[in-house]
């Protein structure tokens, strides 16, 4: 940046000794734009501050996204009072993003046919024991034929699919190993 001021203070001063001089070189034009060594400097300062205010606009727009990003890997879905807080644009980005997610996690050419999304850390097993806390009646598991849940009953099931019903109240995790 002080080579930039010194260029123009230079190049000032530069037209300053032809204006003395008056050997004609310059026109009135050319005087008409020249500039001063401040004004040079504050042009300086302008562009930079203009280049340091994009920079923080865009870490703030990267910063919101990733929030949404943690939402759909935490929640799934956006909540009415998170919804009522985001711009059209980061809605927009938000489906977009959900359609792109779901679409990989899917059974379809491109999908990989496994909710990612069930659990953010690995499981150390498979499986995990678990207390029926409700009467639920009798489920049909994928590992197994008609599981009756009831209240009191232990278990020993995948985690994928004992996850939603913990989230639901129905059963209780006693060995957490996913």
Same mark, same amino acid.
């Given at each position: 940046?002080?080579?930039?001021?010194?260029?123009?203070?230079?190049?000032?001063?530069? $037209?300053?000794?032809?204006?003395?001089?008056?050997?004609?070189?310059?026109? #009135?034009?050319?005087?008409g734009?020249?500039?001063?060594?401040?004004?040079?400097?504050?042009?300086?300062?302008?562009?930079?501050?203009?280049?340091?205010?994009?920079?923080?606009?865009?870490?703030?727009?990267?910063?919101?996204?990733?929030?949404?990003?943690?939402?759909?890997?935490?929640?799934?879905? &956006?909540?009415?009072?998170v919804?009522? /807080?985001?711009?059209?644009?980061?809605?927009?980005?938000?489906k977009?993003?959900?359609?792109?997610?779901? #679409?990989?996690m899917?059974?379809?050419? /491109?999908?990989?046919g496994?909710?990612?999304t069930?659990? &953010?850390?690995?499981?150390?097993?498979?499986?995990? $024991?678990?207390?029926?806390?409700?009467?639920?009646?009798?489920?049909?598991?994928?590992?197994?034929?008609?599981?009756? &849940?009831?209240?009191?009953?232990?278990? /020993?099931?995948k985690?994928?699919?004992?996850?939603?019903?913990?989230?639901?109240?129905?059963?209780?995790?006693?060995?957490? /190993?996913?």
């Amino acid at each position: 940046m002080q080579d930039l001021i010194q260029a123009a203070q230079a190049e000032q001063e530069k $037209r300053q000794r032809q204006q003395q001089q008056g050997d004609g070189s310059t026109d #009135e034009a050319d005087a008409g734009n020249a500039t001063t060594a401040e004004d040079a400097g504050a042009i300086i300062v302008y562009h930079e501050t203009i280049l340091k205010l994009k920079r923080i606009l865009l870490n703030y727009m990267r910063m919101r996204a990733d929030c949404l990003i943690r939402v759909r890997w935490q929640q799934r879905m &956006l909540r009415a009072e998170v919804a009522e /807080n985001t711009s059209p644009a980061e809605s927009e980005f938000f489906k977009e993003y959900d359609k792109a997610l779901n #679409e990989y996690m899917g059974t379809g050419e /491109n999908g990989i046919g496994m909710d990612l999304t069930l659990d &953010l850390t690995p499981p150390k097993d498979a499986n995990v $024991r678990v207390m029926v806390l409700r009467d639920h009646g009798s489920i049909t598991f994928s590992h197994s034929a008609s599981v009756p &849940l009831v209240k009191g009953s232990v278990h /020993n099931l995948k985690c994928s699919e004992a996850e939603h019903l913990v989230r639901l109240g129905v059963l209780q995790v006693l060995d957490p /190993n996913c």
